[in-house]
């Protein structure tokens, strides 16, 4: 267990342009260090304004992930658990908002004891702690943090210069990762190092000199190539690593090991790398992936299916599930609101599985609706979640109960029947930021089910985010007629998993599966439902 004092620090920055892949290469790292031995965490700095991404529309900024301890974060903290072993919390994700409003707070009780407050060293100094505080716990030997947005950026100075600062008092705990593009430029055919030169540049005017450069690129970068950025960059020429275009996400931290990424970066950081790196868990995660003996059709239909990055984690959650059958999942990603009885059978005909992802509001909604009652009377395997497990309990009551203008009052607040409703404690809830039902509750599942053979167990713990649930006023009308209520929260009593009886897997969840699916232990529910769909797919 580490002290704080000794807590080495990584700081990953980023140039040129955005979506460069500063996560992935991260996360690659962290796996990297932890295999030898060392336990490491990620963090990431966000230079936006809001609070967190709670409120913020997935067009804007993709997925939100949710932690066990309820934190709306980054979609970058899902691939940090999906590649580590050690979960995220709160003090993984970092905001600009989060710091103005952490000082601003302080402000108004009077902690600068009436002196001016300024960015510096007020908000800095506030940047500085929140960084430090994981480090702090004593937990971990590493501290990976991750600046989002590109050098230069107006909104993301403060976290530059704070990351300068403590550079500066850290000295040798401290080191920074630089990522920029080597792009290539096809007519001239050649690879154009300039804009790294000035990326590196910017990044040193702010006070920052990288030890470390990764140049993302199309192709692979000659010995040439690096000295020359190593030489105009003022870095060490084993310090010039080479992140080329991977197969898939989970190839690059192979790609950074051939590169020896950990290495250098362990003697930057004064640590031993004595350690053989053991990737073979992964490495046969790999080998499942890339060599399927079976395919099957997976339909996800949703509402901001043209942004898979909305969807995330589901998408990954596909990729270990599929690996863990040795099976390639194909997505068809549909979208929820071209969907109406004359057309549902046609979209979704030849499909071997069908989701319906999670949402808010309405749009799309009836779409939904008509994709579950497809599922339902065709025999298909479904998968509901959150709000997809919501309009499996309304497309039950309103076909099977003909319970005709059963709903939620999420959408229609005036239904006579709300088979789904505002949770009791919502109902006086006004601000919308944090308010949900977040983070991970228990559940108990019931034995006789689909859900136990997948878990193997009664206890389980899963991951939250929503305001509405089902409506135990209907529980008794909906069970009679097959619609088995299999997951039940022990202190709340609120339904947590549904499942049809007379069909061969109709599972419908309220909390988010997705979110605790990693290469080493893909989500249950999720292998289970490409179980059944290959099962379905042998049968048709």
Not at 494 to 512: A, K, S
Request: aromatic share 8%; with cysteine; glycine share 8%.
């Amino acid at each position: 267990m580490s002290k704080s004092s000794q807590t080495k620090y990584i700081f990953v920055t980023g140039g040129v342009t955005s979506s460069l892949g500063k996560g992935i290469v991260s996360a690659s790292l962290g796996k990297l260090l932890e295999a030898r031995g060392y336990s490491v965490t990620i963090q990431k700095l966000d230079p936006y304004i809001n609070v967190d991404p709670g409120t913020m529309n997935p067009y804007e900024h993709g997925e939100c992930f949710v932690t066990d301890d309820g934190a709306e974060t980054d979609l970058d903290l899902g691939h940090y658990e999906r590649f580590l072993s050690t979960t995220t919390s709160q003090a993984n994700n970092v905001t600009t908002g989060r710091i103005y409003q952490s000082v601003i707070d302080k402000e108004r009780r009077g902690d600068y004891l009436g002196k001016t407050v300024q960015v510096i060293p007020h908000i800095t100094n506030e940047i500085k702690e929140h960084i430090q505080i994981l480090g702090e716990t004593g937990r971990y030997d590493i501290v990976i943090t991750e600046i989002g947005g590109t050098v230069g950026d107006i909104e993301s100075l403060p976290f530059i210069e704070a990351v300068r600062q403590l550079r500066w008092e850290m000295e040798s705990n401290a080191i920074n990762i630089h990522l920029t593009l080597v792009p290539y430029l096809s007519a001239a055919r050649e690879l154009k190092t300039k804009p790294t030169q000035n990326s590196v540049k910017k990044l040193r005017e702010l006070g920052l000199q990288p030890d470390i450069l990764v140049c993302r690129t199309e192709h692979h970068l000659g010995s040439d190539i690096k000295r020359k950025i190593a030489q105009f960059c003022n870095v060490e020429r084993d310090a010039v690593i080479e992140s080329i275009d991977a197969e898939s996400i989970y190839h690059v931290p192979l790609l950074m090991q051939s590169e020896m990424l950990d290495k250098v970066a362990l003697r930057k950081m004064g640590l031993k790398d004595e350690t053989n790196v053991s990737l073979q868990t992964w490495k046969e995660f790999l080998l499942r992936l890339k060599n399927p003996i079976t395919e099957v059709k997976i339909a996800v239909v949703g509402k901001y299916v043209e942004l898979q990055d909305a969807y995330k984690s589901i998408a990954e959650a596909f990729v270990h599930s599929g690996a863990a059958n040795r099976c390639k999942v194909l997505i068809t990603w549909i979208q929820s609101d071209k969907i109406n009885p004359s057309n549902v059978k046609k979209k979704l005909d030849n499909h071997d599985g069908i989701l319906v992802a999670p949402g808010f509001g309405d749009r799309g909604i009836e779409g939904k609706i008509e994709a579950i009652k497809y599922a339902r009377t065709e025999k298909v395997p479904f998968f509901g979640i959150c709000l997809g497990m919501q309009c499996a309990v309304i497309e039950f009551a309103r076909n099977v109960l003909n319970l005709v203008d059963a709903h939620t009052t999420e959408i229609n607040p005036n239904t006579s029947n709300p088979v789904i409703d505002l949770m009791d404690y919502q109902k006086k809830v006004t601000d919308k930021g944090g308010t949900m039902r977040l983070g991970a509750y228990a559940c108990q599942v019931k034995e006789d089910s689909k859900s136990f053979e997948c878990y193997q167990k009664i206890n389980i713990k899963e991951r939250h985010r929503h305001r509405y649930e089902f409506n135990n006023n209907y529980k008794i009308k909906l069970q009679s007629e097959g619609m088995k209520m299999i997951g039940l929260n022990p202190e709340s009593n609120l339904v947590e998993i549904i499942e049809i009886d007379d069909h061969p897997w109709f599972v419908g969840v309220q909390f988010h599966p997705e979110y605790k699916s990693t290469v080493s232990n893909p989500q249950p529910l999720f292998v289970g439902f490409i179980g059944a769909a290959i099962t379905h797919s042998k049968k048709h």
